[in-house]
């Protein structure tokens, strides 16, 4: 686990980043692969089975709050430090998981491969379309360091949602990332900006009506898809418009006073 550390070692990633590269994985050294375990950054898949899923979330719920994630995430805009940036989507998604599916629409994976959630969560975060990253985000976040926001990060968040409250009618959740990043609005690149705009839909802060967010239901796996094929952005963002704007109710119940006074 990554207890005590500001953030994952650089080096441990790069090696992680060759090894899920068909063109380098071989160049990995044994000594280079040893070091990347040593770091908690390749690590072994882990079978899980339902019930095991369901004892974790149990935990995780138990020793982590809602504002212990909206704090981790709020920490990592300006840090950048991408370990604390997916907990509050893993937070909101397990929760609605646990509370309203449980298997139902959306089974529990065979194994967690931890290994290609650590690449994933350095690459811009994504694939939202399974509980198993969740529950092994989660399970990691348990065992760290708790984060606290400043006000920088607070701005940050501020500004994010103003200027999606702001953007013309038709346009898409890679639009607005794209104009996170024009603006300056916090140090990233478009998976990056893309990433905290699907966490903002995750919690329903950016949904459209019929196609809400996971603060209050788990919206089925076969219901998510907009049947756009140039569409690569998760549920809900992937059907949000300029329209759309910001759900500031939503958003007050997941940050809480910070954006009481929109």
């Given at each position: 686990h990554f207890e005590g550390r500001a953030s994952v070692d650089k080096k441990a990633v790069q090696i992680l980043n060759r090894l899920m590269d068909d063109q380098k994985k071989h160049s990995v050294s044994a000594e280079e692969?040893?070091?990347?375990?040593?770091?908690g950054v390749v690590v072994e898949d882990q079978p899980i089975t339902h019930d095991q899923a369901i004892d974790i979330l149990?935990?995780?719920?138990?020793?982590v709050s809602l504002e212990d994630a909206t704090q981790a995430f709020l920490y990592s805009l300006s840090s950048r430090d991408v370990d604390y940036r997916y907990i509050l989507a893993s937070y909101a998604y397990a929760r609605s998981w646990f509370s309203f599916d449980q298997g139902r629409t959306q089974e529990v994976p065979e194994k967690l491969t931890?290994?290609?959630f650590n690449w994933v969560k350095h690459r811009g975060g994504g694939i939202w379309e399974t509980i198993g990253k969740p529950?092994?985000?989660?399970?990691q976040f348990a065992s760290m360091e708790l984060r606290v926001a400043s006000d920088v990060d607070v701005e940050i968040l501020r500004s994010i949602l103003e200027l999606a409250d702001s953007m013309e009618?038709?346009?898409?959740?890679?639009?607005?990332?794209?104009?996170?990043?024009?603006?300056?609005?916090?140090?990233?690149?478009?998976?990056?900006?893309?990433?905290?705009?699907?966490?903002?839909?995750?919690?329903?802060?950016?949904?459209?009506?019929?196609?809400?967010?996971?603060?209050?239901?788990?919206?089925?796996?076969l219901e998510r898809d907009t049947g756009d094929l140039r569409q690569s952005l998760s549920y809900p963002l992937n059907w949000w418009r300029g329209a759309d704007g910001v759900n500031w109710e939503n958003g007050v119940e997941v940050f809480g006073a910070i954006l009481d006074r929109h």
């Open positions: 692969l040893a070091y990347a375990r040593k770091m149990e935990q995780v719920f138990e020793a931890g290994s290609f529950i092994f985000y989660l399970e009618d038709k346009a898409s959740g890679s639009a607005l990332a794209t104009a996170i990043r024009t603006a300056k609005l916090l140090p990233c690149n478009q998976a990056e900006a893309v990433g905290i705009l699907e966490t903002l839909g995750i919690c329903g802060i950016l949904d459209v009506p019929g196609h809400p967010g996971f603060l209050h239901s788990f919206t089925p796996p």
